[in-house]
């Protein structure tokens, strides 16, 4: 690479083709209390009530639900520059639009990169009201921040590569003694993500991140849900993270794009911040409390699409999946190391 | 009925005996905390923080895992009479036992109740330091308060006209079209319940509650569990219950004797209190998240000991069983009534 | 006293007289979510999230911001006949009112009481909807029921008196070297208490208490009144009492009424609950941290209304104030008895 | 300013002389429940939960309570060289001392600033184990991180232009309509500050923050603080800070160094991260609720050290200081522009 990479400060909007604008705009405002900054029949930009710049979240309605950009923003004009060098010297497809391609966003670096997603880069961009304060629009699960991306794609040892040299830094991974890494996560803010790479069949999108304050914001969620019998809407969790050591949930919105809730990861910035690595037959890896995480999580996500706006063709993993090495007739999971006992867990009985 | 009933206070302690008293003793007060009245190489008396009676457990080593005595307070000694009276006029096997044969208490009436459980009554009892303000002796999952016991019999119709002829109000119930029922809480103080019937093979001890102040206490019981490679003795949530709409998770100790920890339900005191009839097939009356009830939390429960020790034979249940209705081939479940939607859930997928 | 009083079940509701109803409903309903159970251009019933009697708070609009009644709920409609002779014993105006004399009501039975206050009795009510499972509806300063009263009166050993004769049970006092009682405590539930009494002028209202699920309920209630700029409502707290150890807060409302927001006291439905005596210099006694009490906290109360609805006159408290040995020139009070540091708090500086 | 400043991540840790040192490990290590990394009878090492370096806090018994060192992190080795020259161009006094200077650090460059202010950088530092999945330590008010320092100085324009200089971006500030600044916020990591300076006879240091994940965990701190009879440790909180909207808490140490906790204010990392800007007369600025400031948290401070370990002198700040504007005879503050209404407050009635 001869390029210096763009300078990236954080995961910062995502584009999410949705099949139903109203359905959307009611799970996303009504039932999970988004702020709409602007919308119209066709798209509609939301942001969480901490958040100052115009969105972290567009909905757009199409024929297909998909995602079409993962926005990261820079430093500086000056590197989006950096980002279309850094793009073109990978002999990725680079288009720089002007201002306004993008309500609310000024130029932008889109690019279809390495791994067959749609990132884009952007530094000028509307100011939107930072809603801390009024806490008399809070609701009791209030969702104040984007927190990270998670992306599915084959291979994962290559996708690492790619985003270390993005200047992502590496922060957990779960790898096997098979030599295999089934996941890893990669940050630039000062939290354990910006994003994750899942290992499967990809590009896809596995999840959208949102942060709440306190646990019990995600448990009203639920409770909420639970209210308006939707809670079927509830993938898996609430429950703890052994990666990130986070609070989780994942929902999944009327087109089944995912959406995880969560709070309270810890402090990453220092530049030797330790890599955790997790064993993939480590029981309390992607849940801590041990129970088992759904088929679906492992195996469904979200379509993304390349700069035209066309479904990005998928790649097969030939790598172990995680799910089968963990789960079922051929996997195993283990609490305590070399300890055989199975436990109550759903996972262990259905 | 002639007698009058005994004027029952509360549920109260709960005699359990463990194959291992040491493996008892460290689940118990080192990992949930409970505090040490009084102990000896035999039994160990545990209380609640908030307690001020002597003990809400007592732990006894013995060769069979098995609740010896559901102990519920009376108003007043002569509330013992009126105990003593009311089951001899059932025809059941009555003991009255003096001060000093239950450490810490009193004179107790001892009976095996027509359901064929352990219960007995007492007034009098040794009073120990109630440590509510003794915030520097509570742990972040903090238990507080001994909230009610649960119990299997198979005939739960029978057994709720048992309970409610004893004085106890029934508070909710699970029901189904059919005309069966397949549950019930009772409460004699101010809570959702003292106790509950579960439809199955009985009798037998299907749990015992403890309070949190808050949800949060709960979910740190979970962590620590996790942080001490014992996430496996985590059988069920946490979660919101449907049915009483408290926040509870469910722990399986040494022997397998499932322990809830059980926060916010709702004032139940009123003499008009309004009964909650929920439906078997409503898939949030048990878990108000739609998550699937794992089996052994319907089919596992402790043996029950009669007046001299011996585990008391088990009837079976020949009513429907509500994992048959509400799971796996021959069983449904719903979000919203009429929609069969089925949704992301662990319980729907493996 | 020869009648057997009447079995009081709890504390109901209270009806308030207000200067502006616009201003009141503005602040129990839109800022604290208390919810509209019947409303007209002269009175709002309204109720908490839990409760399923027509309502606990009556606004009625008057010339005189004053409390007309204190409602407590009784066992049975016989109970009404007890109430009626206990108090006709006790030479107490009565006066005995039919179904619909108060809204949503059926037959009271109102006295105004030896200290003066304006009690009534009822058992008769409209149910309105619970509203447990309606998290939907639920702020993020949830109101869930209602807890108390607190009521100023002259002399607190007198009334104390009067009120176990009534069979209130005290669970707490706080008590001088010097034999005075400056308050105590009373319950008819299982909480700590229905109502109180506080030493001063009285016949008063000191305010009334409802109470949320947890800590953070009340600590969003003074953010979003910070989000209002109406934190100026905010008299004080919150905090944890020592009394009860229940987390506080109180506020004043349009009309100078002081609420309470309250949660997490303990049990204390067994006979021989233990009653908690603390020493008036005790400095953690009304504050368990040591913050100084307010002194309009100890001098500001709300007028009473008799049977006819005019001012009862006050009588002066004769025995020692509680501000003036605690605080200022005269008083003191200690952190830690027989150590006189002082520490940093605003009460040792203002 | 010719000289690239140091590239700073983050404040990392501080040196505290205390007289006692039994009494202060008492404090920071079982009250408050830092962690030990090493300790001999002349100095302790602590660190927060989930602190992954050697030590946040040393504490160093010596003659006069004072604080001896800022310690902040610079990104690389070289780092350290641009921070010599940088302080060098200053004309500040520059020591640059071998690894092993501090226990578990590597080479350290300690300036005296031209604040006065002890300020030392250091890249290379010993690791510690990150016990953020160890919740089996965690008690119920466990503190997680270092957050911030926060400096005395008489001149807040010129000390910001310094700190601003030295790569520091401002996220917050106090300011008059009579152009005085009275108090500023900067930060490198993405809280909303790691340094923050306050008007008043400087250079002192204010206080030192440390981070817990919720709000209960604060709460539980004053209550553990409560039952161990050091109540008066608490100067002043729990309470919303308007500035950063974080919840607070300060305490008093044994020396009377000031110690705050500190949790959930918001992310800051972008490069046009909005600047607060609040007027020195709303009462909320300092605390959100309305409640007074205490004098002392505004005239005490820690004296701090030169680089031979003597006092640094006082200078008296000349401008208007924000008590005498805000509090008292001659200071005013609104809860809402232009109403003079004055509300219950402690501060209002004492």
Redesign the interface.
């Known amino acids: 690479m001869t390029a210096t990479p763009p300078d990236i ?2 995961s910062a909007y995502l584009e999410l083709v949705v099949s139903d604008l109203a359905a959307s705009r009611e799970f996303y405002v009504d039932v999970l209390g988004l702020v709409v900054t602007e919308e119209d029949g066709r798209e509609i930009h939301l942001r969480a009530l ?1 958040e ?2 115009h969105h972290n979240l567009v909905l757009r309605e199409g024929p297909v639900p998909a995602v079409a950009a993962f926005g990261f ?1 820079v ?2 004009p000056r590197e989006l520059d950096a980002a279309e060098a850094h793009y073109r010297a990978l002999g990725c497809g680079v288009r720089r639009e002007p201002a306004g391609f993008r309500t609310g966003v000024g130029e932008v670096v889109r690019v279809l990169d390495p791994l067959g997603f749609p990132y884009e880069f952007f530094y000028d961009v509307a ?1 939107a009201p ?1 809603l ?9 699960g ?1 969702i ?2 984007l927190d990270h991306f998670n992306q599915v794609c084959p291979d994962v040892v290559a996708g690492a590569a790619y985003l270390e040299e993005l200047g992502f830094k590496r922060t957990e991974d779960i790898r096997g003694d098979d030599g295999v890494t089934y996941a890893a996560w990669f940050a630039r ?3 354990v993500h910006d994003t994750a790479l899942t290992g499967g069949s990809g590009p896809r999108m596995h999840h959208i991140a949102f942060a709440t ?4 914001n995600i ?2 969620i ?15 969790g ?1 429950g ?1 993270h ?1 990666v990130s ?1 986070a ?1 989780y949930l994942y929902l ?1 919105d009327p087109d089944g794009h995912r959406i995880e809730i969560y709070t ?1 990861d ?2 990453t ?6 890599v955790v690595t997790w064993d993939v037959h480590d ?2 890896r992607r849940d ?5 995480v ?4 492992y195996t ?1 996500a979200s379509t993304v699409l390349d700069l035209d706006g066309a479904p990005v063709p998928l790649r097969e993993r030939e790598q172990a999946s995680e799910m089968d090495v963990t789960i079922g007739a051929d996997g195993f999971s283990y ?2 190391k070399d300890d055989t ?7 262990e ?2």
Request: aromatic share 14%; with cysteine.
């Open positions: 400060v954080r901490e100052f710049i923003r430093r500086s100011h930072r801390t304060w009024r806490s008399d629009l809070y609701g009791a209030a104040v921040r803010k000062d939290t304050h306190e646990k019990h448990l009203y639920c409770d909420k849900l639970g209210a308006l019998r939707r809670s079927d809407a509830i993938e898996r609430p703890r052994g050591n609070f999944r309270q810890y402090y910035g220092d530049p030797d911040n330790p029981n309390q801590w409390w041990g129970h088992a759904v088929p679906s999580w469904d609490t305590r006992a199975r436990g109550f867990k759903v996972g009985q259905l």
